[in-house]
């Protein structure tokens, strides 16, 4: 069965190596038989996308990223959203929140959710936002403007970061919203005006890109050069991804062990962390890869031994969601250890399926490291465990059902009759 009419999609940018569980989620409706349609806030600044964004189907629509870059078209989306019966009451929202948030941003957004609403084709029928603060603000407006239902995905930053006054409105008037973690969720719910509106819905991860190793980890326990442990990290080179905390764990790991530090990602804070790794003295023991495609990372968790993700609080309150990389890690049975944030003990459960300390603590994160390194036989139980507790409960076939469910589609079973 399929859902009469289309699904207008808006994302802050298209397409994001960094954000591989939205292209996943797409892709995975697509093939239920949803119809979207993309519009993006951003263009792509990436120098590689994925695989599974070649298979997506959906064309993609760039509004103005900036209003001034297409003035004549935001004033012909302008002039003809003005005309339609909703205007007048996004205008009202729109200058309501304006009172609260007197930026440029909350300006963009209502010129850019004219340009949506004036360009959407007449066979969409719903507006659905990823992330609850920006893509949600033009999703809203745009939906008041054209009258349609309008929906949203919540997942880490968007969550933590948005005023609550923001989330409260959107919560009020977006038909649901799903979050990607229990942590989110809860927090979500109780600011929604019915609990229910807030749904739990795991991303998980589609096994068929990620298939186990077909060998096994050398034992390597640092001993000896020959038996060098190769620690790897995945994610942007951001403040909540704690890379600072993880250089100065790595600088008092004992001079004897032997270890290298494989970092896979882009992000704004790159340059400062590998400066930072020349003071401490750990430049020749760390290669910065930079952002990498879908392939090559999966290449990265096959040749390590330990995946470490350092996650904290950011000063702006930021924070990760459920970090998809250690999902992926755990797919191929490498041991994960990390830190007790948000949703990540949702997925590894303390010397069980991995490793977890306190975040901000780098004597914690190195003596758990040096523990890991020294223990290959450690790694490889929790590795296999974690990667057995993930096909059991993280499967993205869960979450796609859920959400296919909200969109009106039939479940998997009964759209392959």
């Known amino acids: 069965m399929s859902m009469a009419g289309t699904v207008a999609v808006v994302l802050k940018g298209y397409p994001r190596l960094s954000e591989t569980f939205i292209a996943q989620e797409l892709h995975a409706l697509e093939r239920r038989g949803l119809a979207l349609r993309l519009y993006s806030l951003r263009h792509p600044t990436d120098p590689a996308v994925h695989p599974v964004h070649g298979e997506i189907r959906a064309p993609v629509d760039y509004l103005p990223e900036y209003l001034k870059d297409e003035p004549w078209r935001v004033l012909r989306g302008w002039r003809r959203a003005r005309r339609m019966p909703g205007y007048g009451q996004a205008r009202r929202v729109f200058l309501a929140d304006l009172a609260r948030d007197r930026t440029p941003n909350r300006w963009r957004r209502f010129g850019q959710a004219c340009t949506l609403a004036a360009e959407l084709p007449e066979d969409v029928v719903r507006i659905y936002a990823h992330f609850l603060h920006t893509p949600a603000s033009v999703a809203r407006y745009a939906a008041l403007i054209v009258g349609l239902p309008w929906c949203a995905s919540a997942h880490a930053k968007d969550i933590w970061t948005t005023p609550e006054w923001d989330k409260r409105d959107k919560l009020r008037d977006a038909d649901w919203v799903t979050t990607c973690s229990a942590a989110g969720r809860d927090h979500l719910a109780a600011l929604a005006p019915a609990p229910d509106r807030v749904a739990l819905n795991y991303h998980g991860l589609d096994f068929a890109r990620f298939p186990p190793p077909s060998t096994p980890r050398p034992a390597r326990d640092g001993g000896a050069p020959d038996r060098t442990v190769t620690l790897l990290s995945v994610g942007r080179a951001v403040e909540k991804k704690g890379y600072d905390d993880l250089l100065e764990a790595l600088a008092r790991l004992p001079e004897g062990l032997h270890w290298r530090f494989v970092h896979v990602g882009g992000g704004e804070l790159g340059a400062a962390l590998q400066a930072r790794g020349e ?9 910065w890869r930079g952002a990498q495609a879908q392939r090559q990372v999966l290449e990265q968790y096959r040749a390590a031994d330990l995946f470490v993700l350092a996650s904290r609080i950011a000063r702006d309150g930021d924070r990760d969601g459920l970090p998809n990389v250690l999902m992926e890690a755990q797919s191929q049975g490498l041991a994960c250890l990390s830190t007790r944030v948000s949703a990540i003990p949702e997925l590894i459960e303390h010397e069980a399926t991995g490793v977890l300390v306190a975040p901000g603590e780098p ?35 869960a979450g796609i059902d859920a959400l296919a469910a909200r969109f009106g589609l039939a479940p998997a079973a009964e759209a392959a009759q």
């Open 279 to 287: 003071r401490l003295g750990l430049g020749t023991r760390i290669d």
């Open 363 to 397: 004597q914690a994160l190195a003596a758990a490291l040096e523990r890991l390194i020294r223990e290959p036989e450690t790694r490889a139980r929790l590795g296999a465990a974690g990667a057995h507790r993930l096909r059991e409960r993280f499967t993205m076939d």
